[in-house]
């Protein structure tokens, strides 16, 4: 009795283990020789890390693990010049996918996911199209050829986005419940350029649990929440960060003048654009402008302090200098390119967002109460 007791209570351990063992396995392609040998990993979207990796042999690759639920991740691999990738859903069963010709198959949302994007004929013989306006660019002998294939591509990306922005939309009023709808939420936001935090917030909000929850989806909000709590009208953000002149821990706050309007610059020592705007703008502006009431603060961001402090050198940059140690400045202000440059009014109001070029001048004048 003892001895059929304990092969019980194996048996119903061997049978807990497989059940928390039940996973995903991917069973994936490359019928590419060159990529023999290589190593494919398995990339979070959340962020960007390795989840897993394996390397390539005789065309073919296999990764197995868990997973609670569906989680949208990307098989990623490259030689040279040559890559390869692909978007993958993870979740239980046996997930077959092509990284050359892009078939995915195997499990219910890797197959909704290839029929709602990557078998998707319209926007595939647009990107095709692309690539061709690429190729008459770069091939162009004349400078009214490169010119003609610039054009023709931005009427084609002008098409490609509008059809994303269709699909994305019909994808997601289709899927409100999982992941898919979740991915086509996230990608909407990029598409529809009327998509505000507001808007996004009132979606999630009356989404199932698979949408409201996807991390990426989360971060997209949060941006846009920073972008409208940083809109003209609205106070500014403080950012912590280094004095450059002092080396001392400083915030924005303690820079402004109450008797001042502050131009504030975000930008960076290797952006070309950054040290255009500093060299043709910003450095005649500070000069004309800060005896008449004018303060400009430049924030760096994503930078090196030495690379900083030679592009600072070179520039002729004389306005003070924050520098963003806590590498939170562009998250808190919504930004995602630089230059960035917002104009403040004397009690810290924002004024104008996103000024460039021509338009500095004028903003300031008027700001100033100057004729």
Known sequence: ??????????????????????GYTILGEIPVDEFNGETVYLVNVNDGTPMDSTVIADGKFQLTGNVEGCQIASLVTSKGMTRYMSNIVLEKGTIHINLVNDSLFGTPMNDLYFQSFTADTVANTLK???DDCLGKYYTAVTP??????????????????????????KVYEQNKDNII???????????????NYNTLDSIMNQSGAAVSGFEPLQVVRKKLFNIANTSEG?????????????????????????????LIDFWASWCGPCRKEISENLVRLYDKYNKKGLNIIG????DKIPDHKKAVEDLGIAYPQLIDTTRTATDNY???GIPTILLLDKDGTILKRNLRGEALEPAIVEALGLK
Not at 144 to 169: F, G, K, M, T, W
Not at 181 to 195: F, I, R
Not at 240 to 252: A, E, M, R, S, W
Request: charged share 25%; glycine share 4%; with cysteine.
């Open 1 to 22: 009795m003892k001895k059929i007791f304990n092969v019980l209570i194996v048996a119903a351990l061997l049978t807990a283990v497989c059940a928390c063992n039940r």
């Open 128 to 130: 095709k199209q692309l």
């Open 144 to 169: 009214e050829e490169q010119v003609s294939a610039a054009a023709e591509y931005n009427v084609v990306q002008s098409q490609l986005d509008a059809h994303n922005l269709a699909v994305n939309r």
């Open 181 to 195: 709808g979740a991915y086509a939420l996230t990608q909407l936001v990029e598409y529809d350029k009327d998509m």
């Open 234 to 262: 609205k106070k500014y953000v403080d950012i912590d960060g280094i004095d450059f002149v002092t080396g001392q821990p400083t915030k924005l706050s303690d820079m402004l003048n109450a008797e001042q309007v502050t």
């Open 299 to 302: 924030v760096d961001v994503w």
């Open 334 to 336: 919504g930004v995602d």
